[in-house]
T-cell receptor, first 110, second 119 residues
Framework: QKEVEQNSGPLSVPEGAIASLNCTYSDRGSQSFFWYRQYSGKSPELIMSIYSNGDKEDGRFTAQLNKASQYVSLLIRDSQPSDSATYLCAVYSSASKIIFGSGTRLSIRP | GAVVSQHPSWVICKSGTSVKIECRSLDFQATTMFWYRQFPKQSLMLMATSNEGSKATYEQGVEKDKFLINHASLTLSTLTVTSAHPEDSSFYIC???????????????FGSGTRLTVV
């Protein structure tokens, strides 16, 4: 079992709709969770972090965390073509390092 | 915010030569830096963890004699790809952890990446 799992996609969402990205992790001792966005040919950039169960909103982005289910998600409201990218879920594990998922490719169709 | 500078952004080299990639933390001290490799349409693969003043820790399957890492100061880590071959062509990305903050709170900051092409 991979430590951080994501569906590779591609996930295709119409412009203006909500994009929902999911991630599960195996280490119950994980403390913090991050979502990074990576455009093709570029390095990842941090867009959201979440530490407590529940929702955290930042603009059009909402991160959701459920530690009991070992599940973290990212919702993107009012999706724009510029949101088309690969989204990496990352987990700060009990081993004191950040583990990345393989990423989900998101495509927003006009 | 924390900025990590990576240089060069792209490089083309001949097979058999060596290439050095630099990763600098510009406004913070980084006791730990990480080197990743990413092939087209694939995920980030952690190659090694670079610790200031000590030997790097390499992930399983990464040849430490081929990928030399030096972290001589709190703001600079270098990755040297020795005797490069076409199969080493990839996107190499570094990231750094601010020694003054908890990675658990802020995550890592990534450099802009280096695209290496070996011909």
């Amino acid at each position: 079992q991979k430590e951080v799992e994501q569906n590779s996609g591609p996930l295709s969402v119409p412009e203006g709709a909500i994009a929902s990205l999911n991630c599960t992790y195996s280490d119950r001792g994980s403390q913090s969770f991050f979502w990074y966005r990576q455009y093709s040919g570029k390095s990842p950039e941090l867009i959201m972090s979440i530490y407590s169960n529940g929702d955290k909103e930042d603009g059009r982005f909402t991160a959701q965390l459920n530690k009991a289910s070992q599940y973290v998600s990212l919702l993107i409201r009012d999706s724009q073509p510029s949101d088309s990218a690969t989204y990496l879920c990352a987990v700060y594990s009990s081993a004191s390092k950040i583990i990345f998922g393989s990423g989900t490719r998101l495509s927003i169709r006009p | 915010g924390a900025v990590v500078s990576q240089h060069p952004s792209w490089v083309i080299c001949k097979s058999g030569t060596s290439v050095k990639i630099e990763c600098r933390s510009l406004d913070f001290q980084a006791t730990t830096m990480f080197w990743y490799r990413q092939f087209p349409k694939q995920s980030l693969m952690l190659m090694a963890t670079s610790n200031e003043g000590s030997k790097a820790t390499y992930e399983q399957g990464v040849e430490k004699d081929k990928f030399l890492i030096n972290h001589a100061s709190l703001t600079l880590s270098t990755l040297t790809v020795t005797s490069a071959h076409p199969e080493d062509s990839s996107f190499y990305i570094c990231s750094a952890m601010d020694a003054g903050v908890l990675a658990a709170n802020y995550g890592y900051t990534f450099g802009s990446g280096t695209r290496l092409t070996v011909v």
